[in-house]
């Protein structure tokens, strides 16, 4: 098994994971035209602080994620990291992927010279909490999201 980053013909697969959860169910759609999904990952892919990283078990696609790297004002004009999409396939939930994955990202976070790294999760997901605070993360900030559509 081994983290690497995603390629095209990944996007259908790291959409299937983003849509097999109870709170994205109804906001993925990977039945039919992958159009606007492959301008997203186009985007992602000419962008130089952003990319997207896939979780390969024996050929397959079993683990996503996207690490946006921000550069800001705050903390002495440093870069944050924010970890975006995070899954991993309920056939191996539990196996230690998402910790490599997240600890990956930590290690190319500081590498880049990053002061923090940051995630979201819905408030309705419950166990990924607990899995980010067994981790390190700890739920420092109250999130505020508008829609936009």
């Not at 994955?101 to 590498?111: F, G, P, V």
């Not at 419950?126 to 993360?137: P, W």
């Amino acid at each position: 098994m081994a983290l690497r980053e995603a390629r095209r013909e990944d996007i259908r697969r790291m959409v299937e994971m983003l849509a097999d959860d109870e709170v994205a169910r109804g906001r993925e759609d990977f039945s039919g035209d992958m159009a606007a999904y492959e301008a997203a990952f186009d985007a992602i892919a000419a962008d130089a602080n952003n990319m997207l990283y896939v979780w390969d078990h024996q050929g397959a696609v079993m683990g996503c994620l996207q690490l946006t790297f921000i550069p800001g004002m705050s903390y002495g004009g440093s870069w944050i990291a924010k970890v975006e999409g995070v899954r991993v396939d309920r056939s191996l939930r539990g196996l230690g992927i998402g910790e490599q994955m997240l600890d990956a990202m930590i290690e190319k976070s500081r590498a880049r010279g990053c002061k923090q790294l940051q995630l979201t999760t819905d408030k309705r997901r419950v166990d990924a909490q607990r899995f980010y605070v067994r981790l390190g993360f700890e739920a420092s900030h109250e999130g505020m999201k508008i829609n936009l559509f």
